[in-house]
């Protein structure tokens, strides 16, 4: 029968049927409510069934598309009625609504029944017309045991659903589906939902010390990332356990033991924060006590411990957080307890210290900057302490100090700042010169302060000449001078060819005014960085969308061969496949990028065909990497592929 009708024939042929059919259907639903037939069988239309009297939904290839007649759909409604009842009807486990027997039983919709109209008990016209359930055609067994009845019942009550289990159907009782069932189970709900409630504050409430703790200690190093104290603030309100708030005291000072000058100061700011919304005074007193009471062993992990934890006593005093009297009641609470001599005697410098910082003259000042001037997130307070360490170093020239309280600021993406100062203290004191310069260069071996920094501190400095040169005559000279002698005049001139090129650029990709870009950078000169130029383009280009890798992609073959010739793109492109390992780290798809970018340069004949092979061989001579050797490999056989494929000109 695959041959028996063509597709258009099919389609005629199933849209006929269907109309026809459903004609039919409607006339018989007029005449059983005593209204005449809108359609006659006998019309004048052509019908396309007089083609052949042969039916091909009966058999062949096209029976699966057969519907149900009108006569056999009448001889199903009987069983899809006593389906639809037992869909409205829902589990229950209680046997006083248990039901034994379906027979005589009317099934009426849910939509239909007293209850959901919002009557109770009593008569209802609608039972004694079952009929009318016949009124939507499409109702008719399609979807039967699919819709779910309203209830909770995850359970398949159709026979003939694949899910339909009938061992576990039998486990169930059934009873009839009402409003008050709905009630009582929403009841229900609701009660649990409320004992879920309660047993969770039941839990919060029985929180144990460990847990505490471990949440306490997670907030806490949070905060020490972000800073944020509000959010701190309202992780903490909602733990609760205002009893436990001693141990967050005790947590955050044993914390901040591990950590730097800058995490100490965030500390002593978060427990001025906290007071006394959050943290009261006995808060604060009882968890400075339970340190002081285990010092000992603090101390073997913790040597500057005696000196630390008397400057956070002593800052909490001038904060108004502590009492006062808080060093005359320990010591009057120790001197009642002789048990441990070793440790009343550390306590016993402890408070001495705290004393000597809360009497000495401008004591609030001092205390307020214990932890260093730089040690807020304050970038004018980390200026000063850069100032400050410069000056220092004039007067000891200790490297080893100066070195600590540089790396103490832990702000290496800001060393620059320090090399800018250095740089201006020399121009205006042509004396401290020498012993500047020996700290930048000892800055520079240990590599506390990267080359990047260095020739960043002193780009910047090269800007602001022509301002320092109205203060200082000779800045111009001196600074020349200055970069001779710190080797840094080649860095200055890449790092400014650098930015220069990285802002023109930007702005092409923003105006793409390619003649103006071309112009900027003939005016910088420097043919020998316009290989930097060609990095700089596609580092560029992997941090933006489709659209600008295929402007800076027609941007070569529009500088070549006036402005970058064939030997800065080679040099470009084998800069970037040197350092391939870094640039994955930050752009995971770099190499599939790459590798058009290569392909489509060869295509418009910036690079040589030539190019993968010399690569590839000058990889094979150098062997030390064998992990950029594989990267790079696989970029070269993508370049060959895209090159190789069909109609690779018009692809890429």
Request: aromatic share 6%; with cysteine; glycine share 6%.
């Amino acid at each position: 029968m695959s041959g028996f009708l063509t597709d258009e024939q099919r389609l005629t042929l199933e849209n006929a049927l269907g109309d026809k059919r459903r004609d039919e259907e409607l006339d018989q639903i007029r005449q059983d409510n005593g209204k005449p037939a809108l359609h006659k069988t006998s019309s004048n239309k052509p019908s396309v069934l007089a083609i052949d009297p042969i039916d091909p939904w009966e058999s062949g290839d096209l029976k699966f598309l057969r519907r149900p007649s009108l006569e056999e759909r009448r001889g199903s409604h009987h069983e899809d009625a006593a389906l639809s009842g037992k869909q409205n009807l829902h589990l229950s486990k209680s046997p006083s609504d248990k039901v034994k027997s379906l027979d005589g039983f009317v099934p009426v919709p849910y939509s239909q029944s007293t209850h959901a109209q919002g009557g109770g008990s009593g008569n209802n016209k609608h039972h004694h017309h079952p009929q009318k359930i016949k009124k939507s055609i499409r109702s008719k067994g399609f979807w039967k045991g699919l819709i779910t009845p309203p209830g909770d019942s995850k359970h398949y009550l159709d026979e003939n659903d694949p899910n339909y289990d009938p061992e576990e159907d039998e486990q169930y009782e059934y009873s009839v589906y009402s409003a008050a069932a709905v009630n009582k189970e929403a009841n229900g709900r609701n009660h649990k939902s409320e004992n879920g409630k309660n047993g969770e504050n039941g839990a919060s409430e029985a929180m144990d010390e460990q847990t505490f703790k471990f949440k306490v200690v997670e907030d806490l190093q949070e905060f020490l990332s972000s800073g944020d104290m509000m959010n701190f603030k309202c992780s903490v309100e909602e733990l609760g356990q205002p009893e436990m708030h001693h141990l967050l005291v005790k947590r955050a000072i044993m914390l901040a033991f591990d950590r730097g000058q800058r995490e100490r100061e965030m500390i002593s700011q978060l427990f001025s924060f906290l007071y006394p919304e959050v943290l009261g005074t006995k808060q604060f007193v009882e968890g400075f006590e339970n340190i002081l009471d285990c010092i000992e062993d603090i101390l073997l992990d913790h040597p500057q411990a005696v000196e630390m934890l008397s400057l956070f006593i002593a800052r909490a005093v001038i904060d108004d957080i502590l009492p006062p009297s808080f060093v005359q009641k320990v010591r009057a609470k120790r001197q009642e307890d002789q048990e441990n001599r070793n440790c009343q005697t550390i306590v016993d410098r402890i408070l001495v210290f705290v004393e000597g910082h809360i009497n000495s003259r401008h004591a609030a000042e001092r205390l307020h900057r214990c932890w260093g001037s730089g040690a807020g997130r304050d970038i004018d307070a980390t200026k000063a302490s850069m100032d400050g360490l410069l000056k220092e170093y004039i007067g000891s020239q200790d490297v080893e100090e100066a070195s600590r309280c540089l790396s103490s600021l832990k702000v290496p993406f800001f060393h620059h700042e320090c090399v800018k100062q250095a740089i201006i203290m020399m121009l205006e004191e042509p004396a401290n010169q020498p012993k500047l310069t020996s700290l930048l260069t000892k800055f520079s071996q240990s590599g506390l302060i990267s080359d990047h920094q260095m020739s960043t501190g002193f780009h910047r400095v090269k800007q602001r000449l022509p301002d320092l040169e109205l203060d200082i005559p000779q800045a111009g000279d001196r600074f020349t001078d200055l970069a001779l002698s710190l080797n840094l005049s080649e860095l200055d001139e890449e790092q400014t060819f650098k930015f220069k090129v990285v802002e023109d650029l930007q702005e092409f990709l923003s105006s793409g005014d390619m003649m103006n870009f071309k112009c900027s950078v003939e005016e910088l000169g420097q043919p020998e960085m316009h290989h930097l130029l060609v990095k700089r383009a596609i580092m560029l280009a992997f941090d933006r969308g489709q659209r600008e890798r295929e402007m800076i992609s027609q941007l070569f073959s529009f500088l070549y061969p006036e402005v970058l010739g064939t030997k800065q793109f080679v040099e470009g492109f084998e800069n970037i496949l040197d350092c391939i390992e870094d640039i994955l780290l930050d752009h995971p798809q770099a190499v599939e990028m790459l590798s058009l970018f290569i392909a489509r340069a060869v295509i418009d004949d910036i690079l040589p065909p030539s190019f993968v092979q010399k690569v590839r061989a000058k990889r094979q001579e150098d062997q030390e990497n064998r992990n950029c050797q594989t990267i790079v490999d696989r970029i070269l056989v993508f370049v060959e592929g895209h090159i190789n494929s069909r109609h690779a000109a018009e692809r890429l």
